[in-house]
């Protein structure tokens, strides 16, 4: 089975803090993703990788970075997290046709 | 870019069979269309993944008609178990590999999908 892995479920986390949120795939996939989940929004991409140290901006970027220095693992960076950034944040991975979820981590920041 | 469209919610009874539909027009060629289900506070979990015409593993069937600009999931005799939000997602990865597009996913809205006794 396709397992990847978020390392944090739940986390809490002041305003203006920076935030990591780190995700491993075991399957050698080229492709990795970070998503966020809103009510009402559904999944949006903030950004994905298709390769070692290779990144592109997904349709809201801003406020986000990654890091992508192995194939395995995937970074989600908040550089100053803002309220705005309350969310369910998922990694997911892709080799062929078909992209694989990790569990979500849900991120408060008060 | 294809756009999905799913009902918002369905109601079923357990033992039933369900079908949940999503439309997606503008589906390009060499997009495949992927169901998921996601469970409150979960991840979305693989369900099935089709091209076209059918397909069907141990947890449900896909049914792609000829012009692809719609698919139905099918899930048999329903348990309280199934109730979940339903994704279509339509697009292809092999497009991302090596910085290729990256708007060619497209995910649905989710069905809630209510399973009774």
């Known amino acids: 089975d396709v397992k990847v892995t978020q390392s944090s479920r739940y986390l809490v986390k002041r305003t203006g803090e920076k935030v990591f949120l780190e995700c491993v795939q075991d399957m050698d996939h080229e492709n990795m993703f970070w998503y966020r989940q809103d009510p009402g929004l559904g999944l949006r991409l903030i950004y994905f990788?298709?390769?070692?140290?290779?990144?592109e901006k997904g349709d809201i970027p801003e406020g986000y970075s990654v890091s992508r220095e192995k194939k395995e693992r995937f970074s989600l960076i908040l550089e100053s997290a803002s309220t705005s950034q309350t969310s369910m944040y998922l990694c997911?991975?892709?080799?062929?046709?078909?992209?694989?979820f990790g569990e979500g981590s849900w991120l408060t920041v008060v | 870019l294809a756009k999905t469209t799913q009902p918002i919610s369905m109601d079923s009874y357990e033992g039933q069979e369900v079908n949940i539909t999503c439309s997606h027009n503008?589906?390009?060629?060499?997009?495949?269309i992927t169901w998921y289900q996601q469970f409150p506070s979960q991840g979305p979990r693989f369900i099935i993944q089709?091209?076209?015409t059918k397909v069907t593993n141990e947890v449900a069937s896909l049914f792609i008609p000829a012009d692809r600009k719609s698919s139905t999931l099918s899930l048999p005799r329903v348990s309280l178990s199934d109730t979940a939000v339903y994704y279509c997602?339509?697009?292809?990865?092999?497009?991302?590999?090596?910085?290729?597009?990256?708007?060619?996913?497209?995910f649905g809205k989710g069905t809630k999908l209510s399973v009774k006794p």
């Open positions: 089709g091209y076209k």
């Open positions: 990788s298709y390769d070692v140290k290779m990144k």
């Open positions: 997911a991975s892709s080799l062929s046709h078909t992209i694989y």
């Open positions: 503008n589906i390009a060629t060499n997009d495949y």
């Open positions: 997602l339509v697009g292809d990865t092999l497009a991302m590999n090596y910085g290729g597009s990256q708007g060619n996913l497209i």
